[in-house]
């Protein structure tokens, strides 16, 4: 080949990876097999809001794309969450360590490497693993993503919808599991009969299944993910007295046999986030980064209802400012609505050894900018470390495709000791906010004191009743039976309990959940007006 024809390809690169303002290095361009270190493929900071895409097989470097892009984006100030599904991102809170095979392949991609470790705050769902645990409020996580992890179907997701309008409509604080049960339990009752049919369009049947599934994941442990403190996500915002970002970490090795309810659980993050931040338009810089790892799940047997909310968030948290990085094994693990809306993509190898494959090498090929490189024949040959990329420019419109040998992360690619998460997670201000879990008086508690109640009341009344009536008989129309009160008239037991002075006292004392109007957006999750 020679020099001109291959000089062209990547001055057409050059210049269209020539960025004035910050940016982020993504590594060398390459050409027939050879990097060029004098050509940078860099990623404009100002873009990553747009929303990215790593994707490639297991095994191909998606991981430490991941830590790459982490770095520097705490290195300019920009917080960073990261899902440490396999505990290799703890890494990121160590030096890296040196080795002549490392500087070499630095050397060969323009890297100056240097040993770094970076600002980490460890969490973990629950307490399952290393880390801060985080919980959520059941009312805060909403009917949407809980249908998600339960695998209801969307009728049930519908039904869900109505239990959660009742709590709120009568300010029953869904704290915890237990919570949701036994408003369940209730509408299912005697009691809660009238409620039931109130409500229309839930019947007993579909109740009764929700509230056997509901009892089936408590006991696979998954009550510990739901309760008080609940996280407050301004906390992943964080940047550090040296003007890093912080990295925070969530560590799910410890639960990564239950990737619905962990994919989900990131979802609630985001809508959460969504809610809470203020519009900024297109900032300089991301106020946050979010990498979803292993996305597929998220749509895997998702509803309509689900994915429709996907979509909206990912549209529409540009504007917060934050940036959504989807990362998973092939881009049709995605919809298209969401694909669509990714400006930013790292694509490593794909494999081709079945059918399906070759035809999702196809797809992901056709949605490449045309290209001097034979797209079909280089992603099935990049090495490890390697990636085909194409970003947003400064001005918004799509890079040159180019072959990238990516650079390498200067913290350690490896977990970090346990003495150095250990110290992190003692150190950390989120510790005293987070680790010791609230039992409040809720929902459970309150509905279980009235009907236990109920049974005492009745037996004052009729004793009061006996005793009026002992004295000389009445005249026969005294006698005769009174007219039932009218529906409007008849109290529930809910209403009830809603009325006491207990009940009132409760909702100016629960804090985060209790005693605040609750709106619902995204996913169904709870929006509380202050």
């Known amino acids: 080949m020679s020099e001109q024809s291959t000089s062209a390809p990547l001055d057409t690169i050059r210049e269209g990876y020539a960025v004035q303002g910050p940016s982020l290095d993504l590594g060398a361009a390459v050409w027939d097999g050879t990097p060029d270190a004098s050509v940078q493929v860099r990623l404009p900071l100002g873009v990553l809001s747009r929303h990215g895409l790593v994707a490639g097989a297991t095994g191909t470097g998606k991981t430490k794309t991941l830590q790459v892009l982490a770095e520097q984006l705490s290195a300019q100030g920009v917080p960073v969450f990261l899902a440490d599904i396999k505990g290799d991102l703890s890494g990121m809170a160590s030096a890296g360590e040196s080795s002549d095979k490392l500087t070499e392949r630095a050397a060969t991609v323009g890297q100056t490497w240097q040993g770094t470790a970076y600002p980490v705050q460890f969490l973990s769902l629950g307490g399952l693993g290393e880390g801060v645990p985080i919980r959520a409020t059941v009312t805060s996580f909403g009917p949407t993503l809980l249908s998600k992890v339960l695998g209801l179907n969307d009728t049930q997701e519908s039904s869900l919808g109505l239990v959660f309008h009742f709590a709120d409509k009568h300010g029953l604080p869904l704290l915890d599991l237990k919570d949701l049960r036994a408003v369940v339990q209730y509408l299912t009752s005697d009691e809660g009969k ?7 369009g839930l019947s007993t049947s579909t109740a009764g299944v929700i509230l056997r599934e509901l009892v089936a994941f408590a006991d696979k442990g998954a009550d510990v993910f739901f309760g008080e403190p609940e996280f407050d996500t301004a906390d992943l915002l964080t940047v550090g007295d040296d003007g890093r970002g912080v990295v925070s970490c969530l560590e799910l090795p410890a639960v990564q046999d239950r990737p619905e309810v962990f994919s989900t659980f990131l979802m609630w993050l985001l809508a959460d986030l969504f809610h809470d931040l203020p519009e900024v338009g297109d900032p300089d810089k991301p106020k946050l980064v979010f990498f979803l790892d292993e996305a597929h799940l998220l749509f895997d047997d998702a509803s309509k209802a689900f994915l429709d909310s996907i979509e909206q968030t990912v549209r529409l ?17 995605l919809p298209d609505s969401v694909l669509g809306q990714l400006g930013n ?8 050894f079945t059918p399906d494959d070759a035809k999702a090498l196809k797809a992901t090929v056709s949605t490449f900018p045309r290209s001097d490189y034979d797209l079909g024949e280089l992603l099935t040959q990049l090495g490890t470390g390697e990636a085909v990329v194409t970003v947003l420019s400064e001005r918004g419109a ?4 180019a072959w990238t040998r990516m650079r390498a ?10 003495e150095t998460i250990d110290a992190s997670i003692k150190a950390s201000p989120l510790s005293a906010k987070y680790s010791e879990p609230l039992d409040r008086e809720s929902a459970y508690e309150k509905l279980q004191a009235r009907l236990e109640q109920a049974p005492a009341e009745d037996a004052t009344t009729g004793a009061a009743q006996e005793a009026g009536g002992s004295g000389a008989a009445a005249p026969a129309s005294t006698t005769s039976k009174q007219p039932r009160r009218t529906t409007a008239e008849e109290k529930s037991t809910v209403e009830k309990v809603l009325e006491s002075k207990a009940f009132h006292s409760a909702l100016r004392s629960a804090g985060t959940v209790i005693g605040r109007e609750i709106t ?4 169904g999750t709870a929006r509380r007006r202050r």
């Open 520 to 523: 619902r957006s995204l996913f």
């Open 194 to 200: 009238a409620d039931l049919k109130a409500l229309g």
């Open 398 to 401: 799509p890079t040159p495709v």
């Open 345 to 352: 993509r790292v694509q490593h190898a794909l494999r081709a």
């Open 317 to 333: 948290i540009r504007s917060k400012g934050v940036g959504v990085f989807f990362v998973t094994q092939s881009p049709k693990d």
């Open 409 to 418: 992360p200067q913290s350690l690619m490896a977990p970090s000791p346990a």
